[in-house]
């Protein structure tokens, strides 16, 4: 009997993983136990190279803040791992009682390797910051510190002094300004009273004058030039000059281009509104390249810094460790100086500017790049004194320490 049934049971059982087997498609192999696949090690993610922008005004204020802050950008996009941190509205209005150098060290605390202070206003803050971290790469827009022949040099070994010779663009302003004023008079909206901005507005008249004398065929005694300052970079109210009140003066009294050597674009703005309501004017912005859009139905053009090329070759410096202290005066790329990757200084033309002027402004910049120096005598200063004799050409510390206005300017040579 249990013969019997083990037989039944052993035939049930064949048939059984006959069955299974014909389901399965086949035999099954038993499962191999395996190890988890090991994780690959994760590399740290490399640290950002942080450089600290310390900036006058608001970032955002499409003249000389603006153009910084885009050359920041600029930098981020060529320099892998580099990453831009800022502070703006840094002046004494917006953050009283609080100094530059001061808010370089919240930069540094955040990991700036590499400080930028942005105005010629910053001067003796940049100078107490690089004194107090000698070790820390510090740039300082302006100034003459690092000028070995310069007024005021000071040996830092980590300080460098990066400057455009704007003094060409201002000269290519003046020039579009003169070949189109219908009234011969053209005002200059001035910042404050300073080496800086005195040879500026004296480049811009330089300009004109010339354009006016070479191109037109007019008397250059018979040219207006008058500079109104407003006694900082940009309104202050209660503090400066209202721009927007002086802008009206100039276009109110007969001045029918305005230049603008201030950080915004109040004579712009005020110029559009003038041309709205059916007054014949025109302005020139200064700065940021993007000026004009706010009213291109009076814009000449804008001359305008690019700090991005510069500022990429010393953050790249500070990032390799090949960091020297210098001092740089940069001039437009004539091959092109609209080259963003190129030139220190440029002009964009604005639609305003007639297709006359701008054949005969071109001319000008083709001369400027053939060699053409305005800064050559004879010049005399506004009080009548000579200071470039026939024939003369300016050293470079007679252009950037120029002491008074020009004879032909009208308007204050210095501070009251």
Not at 208 to 217: E, T
Not at 226 to 255: E, L, M
Not at 344 to 353: D, M, P
Request: net charge negative; hydrophobic share 40%.
């Amino acid at each position: 009997m249990k013969s019997k049934t083990l037989w039944i049971l052993t035939s049930l059982l064949i048939v059984a993983s006959l069955i299974l087997a014909a389901c399965g498609g086949g035999a099954t192999e038993e499962p191999v136990a395996t190890e988890p696949a090991a994780e690959e090690p994760t590399a740290p993610a490399a640290e950002a190279f942080k450089f600290g922008m310390l900036l006058v005004g608001p970032y955002n204020d499409h003249g000389w803040s603006q153009a910084h802050y885009d050359a920041g950008l600029y930098i981020q996009e060529k320099l892998p791992g580099s990453e831009m941190i800022y502070i703006d509205k840094v002046n004494p209005a917006d953050r009283a009682g609080t100094t530059p150098a001061q808010l370089a060290e919240e930069l540094l605390a955040q990991g700036a390797k590499v400080i930028i202070f942005n105005s010629d206003d910053m001067k003796d803050s940049a100078l107490e910051f690089a004194q107090a971290h000698p070790d820390l790469p510090v740039i300082h827009a302006s100034g003459d510190s690092a000028w070995t022949e310069g007024k005021d040099f000071r040996d830092l070994p980590m300080l460098a002094n990066i400057m455009g010779r704007m003094e060409y663009g201002k000269m290519i302003a003046g020039c579009a300004a003169a070949l189109t004023t219908q009234t011969g008079k053209i005002g200059y909206l001035g910042p404050l009273i300073n080496d800086e901005t005195r040879r500026l507005a004296a480049s811009a008249y330089l300009g004109a004058r010339y354009c006016w004398q070479n191109y037109l065929g007019k008397d250059p005694a018979e040219l207006g030039f008058k500079v109104t300052w407003i006694g900082f970079w940009f309104n202050i109210p209660g503090v400066t000059s209202d721009p927007t009140q002086v802008a009206d003066d100039f276009y109110n009294s007969g001045y029918d281009v305005v230049l603008s050597g201030i950080d915004t674009t109040e004579a712009l703005v005020e110029a559009k509104k003038l041309k709205d309501a059916g007054q014949t004017v025109w302005a020139i912005p200064y700065d940021y390249k993007g000026s004009c859009e706010e009213a291109t139905d009076v814009c000449l053009g804008v001359p305008y810094f690019n700090w991005g090329p510069a500022y990429l070759r010393y953050i790249t410096a500070a990032q390799s460790g090949t960091w020297q202290a210098a001092w740089e005066w940069n001039s437009p790329d004539w091959a092109d100086i609209n080259n963003p990757d190129t030139s220190a200084v440029g002009f964009i033309k604005g639609a305003a500017l007639s297709a006359d002027a701008s054949t005969k402004l071109d001319e000008f910049i083709g001369a400027l790049a053939g060699g053409l120096n305005l800064w050559t005598g004879p010049i005399n200063l506004q009080d009548g004194t000579a200071y470039l004799q026939e024939a003369q050409v300016a050293t470079d510390q007679e252009v950037w320490y120029l002491p008074q206005l020009l004879e032909g300017m009208e308007g204050q040579s210095v501070s009251e």
